[in-house]
């Protein structure tokens, strides 16, 4: 029931800028951790940032200064914004997520289905 919808990946030049959405529907929910991950050709998917309940994040060291993850509660939606890219940023972005229900208390961790991020000249 639960879906997360992944938009916002496309072609950008190396020192661009890109903002990906998770929107997330289907449930009553809050956030618990919410993540985004990247994999790139022949390579593992990997953590990029997470951003905890409280608010707190955590970014990879490759991404750091340049990333950032926010929520919007209001819109049900997950950002991560993305500036300064590189080529090596390149890879299908997944949002990922925890999310709670004030009776239930946990609904599940749940991914989307990816958006392709492509930075060349």
């Known amino acids: 029931q639960v879906q997360l919808v992944e938009s916002g990946g496309g072609l950008v030049q190396p020192g661009g800028s890109l903002r990906l959405s998770c929107a997330v529907s289907?449930?009553?929910?809050?956030?618990?951790?919410v993540s985004w991950f990247r994999q790139a050709p022949g390579k593992q998917r990997e953590l990029v940032a997470n951003?905890?309940?409280?608010?707190?994040?955590n970014y990879a060291d490759s991404v750091k200064g340049r990333f950032t993850i926010s929520r919007d509660n209001a819109k049900n939606t997950v950002y991560l914004q993305m500036n300064g890219l590189k080529s090596e940023d390149t890879a299908v972005y997944y949002c990922?997520?925890?999310?709670?229900?004030?009776?239930?208390?946990?609904?599940?961790?749940?991914w989307g289905q990816g958006t392709q991020v492509t930075v060349s000249s």
């Open positions: 990922n997520a925890d999310l709670l229900n004030s009776y239930s208390g946990y609904l599940g961790n749940y």
């Open positions: 289907g449930s009553i929910f809050s956030f618990n951790v």
């Open positions: 951003i905890a309940s409280g608010g707190s994040t």
